[in-house]
Structure formats: C-alpha cells, structure tokens
C-alpha cells in the first residue's frame, strides 16, 4: 500500500502548496513512541528540563519570522495575530520552567512514624512522578499555542514527560518546523531528540493513542474527534488519562440593568469578542442571553452596527467554511430566529460575520432549537432575547457543560445590589472560568488561570491553559520505610532541593 | 415484577440470616439520586462539613458494640479486626474533618492584573468546587473502612458532595445500619438525611452510574466488576470520573543478601502478611521473587513452618471460597509449581492457608504461567525462585499495575551498598507504594499515603486512602474580574478564612 501523502494546503485559495510528508504508518508512530519512550530518563532532571524549556523558547524567538511566515502560509491568520500567539508560547514554555524549579508541582507529603495513628503510620514520603509518554493532539486554530510546541507539550515536557505530538492537518509544515525547533534545543541539553517526536494522518492518531507505551493524551479540537480518542482511550486494554478540550458555547449573561446602564458598550464589546479571529476560539460567546425591550434593542442595534462594519475573514480550511455556512444556515431557517448581520460566504475563500436572535422562550424546552446551543465554528453568535429572569435561567439550566460563562452586570450589581452573587453561583455549575463584565476570549498563562470546564468543554477536571496544566500528567508514588540513603533528595528531611512541601501534616514553603 | 430480596448472610454457615431490603429499582434509584443532589447546598459550609464528619465519627464509636457485631455476623472478620476497622473509620473521618478546617484542598490561587504578562493577565481567582453527587461501591473485604462510612464516602463529604451508596451485597445489614447512623449525624447538624443514599442490588449499581446526576463514582473490588463500572461510566453521554480499585498482585523482592541476612525472619513476615485476614487485602503480598540456592530455601522453609501453623479461615462469601479453591487447584496444577503448604479447603465453610513455588525462569515470558501474575483473592501467594538479577527484572517487567511492590535488602543495601536505589527506581513505575523492609498490608491513613497505581490497581491517578483522597471529587474554577463585592470569601485578597493560597505566584501558608 502507497503511504498516503500530507500536504500543506493555502486556505486563501483552497490550493495545496506542498507535499510535506507521508501519513505515519503503524509501524512509524511505533517507532516514534518507543523512541520517545527509550528517551524518558533524560528528562529526569529538572535542572535539565528547565533549561531545555527555556533554550526551546529562545529558539522559537529565534525563528520567528520563519515560522510566522510559515503559519499564516497554511492559517491565514494572518503575522499580528501569529506573532501574539507565538510570543504566547514561548512566555508559556519559560512559565512552566519556572513551574520545573520551583517543584510544588510534585506534592511533596512526608510523614514520619506515627504509633498514636489509627492504624500507626510507619515512615512514608510521597511525591509525583511523570507518567510515560503523554500522546498531544494539536488544534487547527491555535498553530503556536495549541499545537505542537503549545500547552499540551510544554506542560507535559514540564511534568518529564516525551511527547508525541499528532500534527493537526491545516499546518502540517509548520508542525514539522516547530517539531525541528523542539528537538534541537532538546540536543542543546543533551537530551535526545526523540524525546519530542511527531507524526502525521487520522489513522496514526489512533494507532497513537491505542499505543501501550503512550500513557496520557491531550486534545483540542471538537466534540466529535475528541470523543472519538477520548473513547478509544478509555476502551484500551489499560486505559489511560484522556485531557481533551472539545467544544464550548460559552454563555454571556446580559442582566437587565446592565443592558440598561451600557446597552452599547455592551454590544460593540460582544462584536469583537464573537468576531476575534473570525470566530475561531473555543471561546468565543456563542449564546448571549440579553433582555427583550428597548435596552435589550439598544444592544443588538449596537452589535448589529459594530458585526456589519466586520471585514470578511479566511476560515482555516474550506472544510470549516463548507461547516459554519451549512450551520448558519440551518440555524437560521428556523422559525421566528432573525439574522440582523447574517452570517454567510464573503468571497469564494472568506466568510462573513454575522448573528441571529431568538425568542429565549425556544430555548427553555428539548427542541429543533436545541441547535441553537450547539457550538457553531466561526464568527456567529446567538442572541437568545429574555423575557424575565425566570426564563434566562431556564436557559442557562438547559446548557452543557461550557469553557467560560460570563455575567454582564450594572454597576449597582457589581458593587453587591441586586442578584449579582446569586447569578455568580448559577454560572459556577455551568463552566470553568466565570467572567463578571469582559469577554471570554483572551486566555491568560496564569497560575489561576482554569480553560476547562464540565464536559463537552473539557473530558476531564482539568486544564490545558495555566500552571496547573502540569499535573495532568503526574501520578503520586509513596515510598514506606525507605532508608534515607536510598530516597531521592526531594523526599529527604533535610530537603537539600528546597521544595515546598507538608512536613508532618504542616505546610512549608 | 417482584422486588428482589437483598438477604444477609453467613458466610460461616452460607445460610441466610435475614431478609434486609429489596433491591433498588431504577425509579427508587432515581428518587436517591435526586434527594441527594437536591440535598447538595447543604454541604457548601466547610464547618458545617467539618463538624458533620465527627459527628458521623462520634455516633459510629456510640454504636460501636452493635456495629461490630453485625458486621462480624456477615463477615465473619472477627470482633477484633473489626474494632480495630471501626476505629480506622473514624480515626478517617475525622482526618477529613480536620483537612475540611485547613482548606488546601480548596487550592485557592489568586493573580492580580498583569500587563506586562503574554498575553495580559487580568483579576483572576481560582479554588476548587464540589463535582456534584458521588456513587460509592463498597468492598467486601472493608465492611467499615471501604464501604458506607468508609474513605469514598469520607473524602467525598468532606469535598462538599452528596453520596450515594451502592452496598455490598455481602454486609447489606450492617450497610443499613452505618447509612443510618451518619444520616443522623447530618440532621444533627441540619443537613438533610439524603445527602447520604444508599441502595442495594447489582442493577442498582449499574443505574446509578449512569444516572445523569451522579458526577463521580468510587470504587473498591474486582477488576471485573470494577472495569464494567469504568466503561458504563466512560460510555455516558457525559462521561465522569470513575476512581475504581480494581485488584493488585504486590510483588515483593528478596535480594541475595537481604534472605542470606535474614531469610527466617522475611518468610515469617511474608507468612504473618500474606495470611492476614484469611489473606482478604487488596494489599496481600502475590508474588515474592526469592533467590534460588541455600538462602531462599531457608526462607521457604521458614514461610512453610509458620504457614502450617497458620489456622483455617472463613472467607467473606461462599462464591469467594469457590473462587480460591479453583484459583489454588489450577495453579499448583501447572507444570513446575510446588505446593509446600498446599492452600485448600479447611473444613466445609473454612479454607487453609498455603502457598506456591515455582522457578521464575516460567515467568519471564508469556504463557501459561501467567495466571500466577494474576490475584488469587484469599490466604494464598507464589514464590518465584530466581537464578540471578537479571531473571528477577524480567519478571517485574511483565507485571501490570500495582497497589504497592516491596523489597526487602540487607543492612548493607539499606545503608547504600550494592544495588538498593536502582532496584527503588525499578520498583517505582510498578506500583503506587513502595516499601523497604516492610509488608504491604497495613495502609495506614495519613497525608503522604498513596492507595493507587497503574491500572489495574487503580482506574486513575489518585487515591483511595490518605489525606489527597479529597482531591478526586472536585473540579477548579477561575473567577475573571469578579468584582470585590461578591467573590466569596475564599478568593477575596484579605483571605478572611486563613487559607492557604498561592498569591502573585507565591505561595503563602
């Protein structure tokens, strides 16, 4: 059988540009794990992994200009937008080398002979491991920080682990010089380069995560790709952790008050939001629950004003185009939603923004209008029109699991009058980062920072964005009655790595 | 359709004692699981948890006598096994009570605006919140420890979750009796009673997993009955987190030196451990990898003297008992296996203890021998006579996931000599817990313990004992430009309840 071939393809015009490589074959993504796998003991070191984290920054800086030409050659996101996010990653990459050196991350807990105990407690020392080699799917729409030097990697690399990334098919070249980058700095550690490998094509992403060496996976992409791996993942002689981020619609909030207070602001803010990046953000608010009446008119006069003035944009491959315009489409041939922007095809290539609003009152029961709370790729929005808060909570009730959730709220709500608190916890239910007046994209690196959410948003309680992303791929061992000269010197009293730690039951930093 | 009866048993006459309950048909499980969800808010206060949990504690040692002596009539464990399991129980909840008062589990990480970040980083303030109602599946082997007040139901309290129990059918009075008790204890403390559920029958369990409002589910027993769990669980509509312990060989590894040192002693530990409790741990000791030659026979002579001696047992259920006679006979019956104490039947209801020899140089590739590298569940465990090193590490290489693996070193090896920290570093991807010079069973319950492993010991990366227990029934979230007003009072800047935190990167206690 002919190995099928991978190629870089314009999303400006649809048109290939080049053959960057074969789909992997079974026996290749073997090849690339045990590599991967063999190479392990290298990233023991945290001096080491620190230090290769930061080189592989530098070096991503170094190549900059490339790698942005390359990105925007196979994204058409265009370099501003791409030198901001590759900048994003490479603050990333050193955020999570300062993670390595400081080492809370490994939960140090020790304990000594305790015979008052019910049982009595012999001498125990636990801390965390890394997990083997962690499986990174890349997303289509984050080439830089999502991909194959993104989160996923920089944080499992953090926790010691080799990577194997599946390069997302929309920037197959790109993947390639980045995964070159990587694997330099790597060697400029002494660290083999294998320890970050990489393959091409659907069926090697399956072959990857049935593989029994790979030990953890990470995902962003959508619900049905990421379910389909989450399941195989799960279905596995031995399962294994399966971080995936799929799909969100991340719910706004708009209280009467507020819409009163600042109805436009309000509305020009929601167009940028849902416009950022035409729309491709698994962030992007994709429901907004605004009141009915004239504030709640006033704000869609505003983002009416502020989507038309929207040039039209490039999608990341004309299978997203083909997707978001047959969605709007249906979603806007439903009976009694109104598109006052419609969205639809700009050019050939390019689509346009636009928005539709509904009778909240659809959305309160299971219905043909339940699509209308699915996540629609690209730059639309719904605006669900309220008529009291009984039936905006009804809605929000009926919501899956979300990334974010936001609450625009008035100035006398935010300052503690009205229902403010109470709507914080309604939204605590529904997603993992609660926003009160902002919007939803623009995702900090930040140790409070959480990008997850109940599923669909995320698979599991994680998250793949923040200091924390780290402990996904970790697993606590405790050592019982290990003899000082034998235990790792994060596990010993003196603790001669100064690592933050509980010392018989009392946190020390 | 009839109901059908839940019977108590005993298991050291097999006749049944009494008619208990019916199981649970999916609509009563239903009205269980909305009760306890409903109940939720209940638990938000951390004091009134805190004080719900000692309660419970206080009201389990006031009916201790009672207790006991249901729990012996269906377990037939004995009244001092199992007041010493009541007192853990207890000892258990109130652990919790005192990490619901401290709040680290809450991990409260707090960062102010930073422009100067990459991107920027706004007002963001994470902690962790309850997933939601939590089924629980009880063990047969803990009628205390692992079942209805046991370290599922313990952590998932005190992380502010409603449960509901799935009883075992082996102890279904005693399960009525201990839910009971900490039902009271909540309405002492005006928590309603449903927020601890409890429901009987193998179809039961099988609902509740599948219940949309169950959010998480914990579990200790079979690998079968345990991975049938996972998958209904992964299969969901929306899959949730299944913490399921499923079964352990816990290998243990006599060095050279250590049985030339100390051979009488290390067979009759091995004796004394792999005979506890009529050898009904999950941490019994299965394989011990023993030196060939003059040493290693003194330490089987030693394990068949002290093994003899040892007196039949009754197993938990007759089903048990079945499966360990089978699981003896078809293992001695292998080519090479040697039965120098041959495990069996006691008398009618008893079984005897024993156990197996045979050359490791049969394990170190697959075949038929592999059925010795698979728990045999009661008073029976292999030792494996190896040639050298080498044939010792090969036969660790093959095993699967772990509770615990043990070594046992000279004094030599302890103090650093030879190969001690190698064979720790070989150990340590086995298992979740290592010990030197030790015996597996006994886990005590402290901060630093780690009940878990590589599948098969475990579904996932956590624990079931210890202190980070709780960290399994909580999921974060991040509060974006929240304003001061209603942030509650965990992630406000003046830290009114004294939690530890993570404040501008640093870590504060």
Redesign the interface.
């Known amino acids: 059988m002919a190995a099928a071939p991978v190629w870089s393809v314009d999303p400006r015009t649809g048109k290939p540009r080049e053959q960057v490589a074969d789909e992997a074959t079974a026996h290749e993504v073997d090849t690339v794990v045990r590599a991967a796998h063999d190479a392990r003991g290298f990233l023991a070191d945290r001096t080491v992994r620190a230090a290769f984290l930061r080189t592989a920054a530098d070096r991503l800086e170094d190549a900059k200009d490339r790698l942005v030409e390359a990105a925007d050659a196979e994204s058409a996101l265009g370099p501003v937008r791409l030198n ?1 996010e590759l ?2 990653t ?2 990333q990459l050193r955020a999570f080398a300062g993670i390595v050196e400081e080492g ?1 991350f490994l ?1 140090v ?3 000594h002979p ?1 015979a008052d ?6 001498d ?3 801390y965390k ?1 890394p ?1 083997g080699v962690v499986a990174v799917y890349s997303a289509s729409n984050f080439p830089f920080a999502f991909s194959v030097a993104g989160g996923d990697t920089a944080s499992a690399l953090a926790a010691g682990n080799p990577v194997v990334v599946k390069a997302h098919p929309d920037h197959p070249a790109l993947s390639e010089l980045v995964a070159k980058v990587l694997r330099r700095a790597a060697a400029e550690h002494g660290v083999p380069a294998d320890v970050l490998g990489l393959v091409h094509g659907f069926e090697a992403g399956l072959e990857l995560i049935r593989h029994p060496l790979i030990a953890a996976a990470g995902f962003t992409g959508s619900v049905r790709g990421g379910r389909a791996l ?2 195989a993942a ?2 596995r002689p ?2 294994i ?1 399966f971080h995936g981020e799929l799909g969100s619609l991340n719910p706004v909030l708009v209280t009467e008050a507020a819409a009163a207070e600042r109805a436009e602001a309000i509305g020009t803010g929601l167009a940028g939001s849902m416009t950022l990046g035409t729309g491709q953000f698994c962030v992007k608010p994709g429901l907004v629950l605004a009141p009915s009446g004239a504030s709640g008119d006033r704000l869609v006069k505003s983002l009416t004003d502020a989507v038309s003035d929207t040039e039209a944009g490039v999608l990341l491959d004309h299978r997203m185009r083909d997707n978001f315009l047959a969605g709007v489409t249906e979603r806007a041939g439903l009976p009694g939603v109104e598109s006052p922007v419609t969205p639809g095809a700009g050019g050939e290539h390019t689509v346009s923004a636009g928005f539709l609003t509904v009778p909240a009152a659809h959305l309160t029961a299971e219905g043909a209008y339940d699509l209308l709370l699915e996540e629609c790729f690209g730059p639309v929005t719904v605006v669900a029109r309220y008529e009291d808060d009984a039936e905006a909570r009804a809605v929000l009730a009926r919501l ?2 979300n990334l974010t959730a936001t609450v625009h709220l008035s100035a006398g709500e ?3 009058e009205g229902r ?2 109470e709507i ?1 916890a309604e939204l ?1 239910p529904l ?8 919007w939803p994209t ?1 995702v ?7 990008h ?1 959410g ?3 948003a995320t ?3 994680s ?1 793949s964005v ?3 992303a780290v402990e996904r791929w ?10 000082e ?2 235990l790792p010197p994060e596990l010993r009293d003196a603790n001669p790595l100064g690592l ?1 730690r ?1 010392f018989d ?1 009392v ?3």
Chains 1, 2 share one sequence.
């Open positions: 901001s900048a994003r490479c603050y809370a939960d807990v020790i304990d305790d105990a019910t049982p009595p407690v012999p125990l020392r636990r491991v997990l989450f399941d799960a279905a031995v399962p952790p899956p699991g935010a300052a503690g403010g608190a914080l605590t997603a993992g980062r609660v926003l009160v007046n902002g623009g900090a690196v930040a140790p409070a920072q959480h997850g109940p599923y669909p698979t599991s309680t998250t923040g200091g924390t970790l697993r606590p061992v405790a050592y019982q009655g290990v003899p000269a034998l933050p509980r039951g946190l020390e930093r």
